[in-house]
């Protein structure tokens, strides 16, 4: 991705945070492209998804997910915060790894780490963490058990910047496909003219 586009008729606290986008490096293992945000959470919003391409087309060692940047010009309790970020994340797993016990734990504690190592600067963060086993009966008995894991999670962003939220993103994302956290950029995003 090398473009995002903004309203222009965003207010200058948002316009301000959304610039700390382009000089982000991103993740080489990522497809990431700007997406349509939703409408109906906040008046203003900036949206992004990402893949983790499999050359073998199969559904191991991929990662993908969606992130948003809320802004309403009002402050909200829930918040804290006239900013939000939503992230969502989702990858195919070992079956015996997404089963263990501190496996949800594990992918929180994951995106902390990527946050932190982002300096990323937040608050109010919340979340769940999903696994889903899945075995196939009848004519799909002999395909092998499937397992996911899934993270929802929001968190508010306390400094007008959110070049370093996207990153840690991306390092999650990145994380669930099996990549280090903190991996090589390859190319910077711009703001559409």
Do not use: C
Request: glycine share 8%; net charge negative; hydrophobic share 40%.
């Amino acid at each position: 991705m090398s473009l995002y586009k903004l309203d222009p008729k965003a207010p200058a606290q948002f316009k301000a945070a959304a610039m700390g986008l382009t000089e982000l490096m991103l993740r080489n293992e990522l497809e990431t492209v700007q997406i349509p945000a939703p409408k109906e959470i906040a008046p203003y919003a900036l949206a992004f998804s990402a893949q983790v391409p499999n050359p073998a087309d199969t559904p191991m060692n991929r990662g993908v997910g969606r992130l948003v940047f809320l802004h309403n010009p009002e402050e909200f309790d829930t918040w804290g915060s006239n900013m939000r970020i939503i992230a969502y994340g989702k990858s195919p797993l070992e079956s015996d790894v997404a089963m263990q016990e501190d496996a949800a734990n594990y992918w929180w504690e994951w995106l902390m780490r990527a946050l932190d190592y982002r300096g990323a600067k937040y608050s109010h963060e919340a979340g769940t963490i999903t696994r889903m086993t899945s075995t196939g009966m009848g004519a799909l008995a002999t395909d092998r058990e499937n397992t996911e894991i899934e993270i929802r999670a929001s968190w508010s962003p306390t400094e007008d910047d959110l070049g370093s939220h996207l990153g840690a993103w991306q390092d999650l994302i990145s994380g669930m496909a099996g990549y280090p956290i903190g991996g090589e950029g390859v190319a910077r995003i711009a703001r559409a003219q």
